[in-house]
């Protein structure tokens, strides 16, 4: 509504509508997009209920779905030339998948006896996420196991990673980045789907 009003104080409005015409030469009209990806673990399992978050500087974000039965989440019905960021998580027990295994395996591993197969196994094995593997986690994962305790202290029950990351030393322990993120400047997005890597922290038996 626009109001006027004259010098006696009298009053009257209008109700106006605006129609915009775009040139020609502009692309205003931005076409409807889909971000998904898939949440797997080393083995490439589907981790299911992981928490997928999508944030924008815009109204109406955060958005939150979680990933189905195969580890799939999708985000729809949004508009080009918006940025966005992805982060991922996962809520469990600290116990949940650790076993006496994952104990021996991880000695083995230390001892020279038995390498672990991957990157991703090896930092599983890191529990009190000092970037070594030492006595201290086994002594730690044992603590666990045995219900002495029941949390790792020093890192989340999972840790995920963008997929796509390049190890420098695929078998070996390296400096595990705390990467649960990806960034998508404005789109289209033809680089979907967006994946990511989920360990489960003290579980070296994938």
């Not at 030339?81 to 992805?86: A, S």
């Amino acid at each position: 509504d626009i109001y006027a009003w004259d010098e006696s104080g009298n009053t009257e409005k209008c109700i106006v509508f605006f129609f915009l015409i775009p040139d020609e030469t502009v692309d205003c009209y931005y076409e409807m997009q889909e971000i998904n990806g898939y949440i797997l673990d080393p083995s490439g399992q589907p981790i299911v209920n992981a928490q997928v978050v999508l944030h924008a500087s815009i109204p109406e974000y955060p958005k939150v779905v979680q990933t189905n039965d195969q580890g799939y989440y999708e985000f729809t019905n949004f508009l080009l030339g918006i940025d966005f960021e992805i982060t991922v998580s996962k809520e469990d027990s600290y116990i949940s998948n650790v076993t006496t295994l994952d104990l021996v395996k991880l000695q083995h591993h230390m001892l020279g006896l038995s390498a672990l197969p991957s990157a991703h196994h090896a930092f599983a094995g890191d529990v009190d996420d000092d970037g070594d593997l030492r006595a201290r986690d086994l002594l730690t994962l044992r603590k666990l196991i045995f219900g002495v305790i029941t949390e790792l202290p020093e890192t989340l029950p999972w840790r995920v990673i963008d997929s796509a990351y390049d190890f420098n030393d695929p078998t070996g322990l390296p400096g595990y980045p705390d990467n649960h993120r990806q960034n998508i400047i404005g789109g289209p997005f033809t680089q979907a789907p967006y994946n990511f890597v989920g360990v489960k922290m003290g579980n070296v038996t994938y």
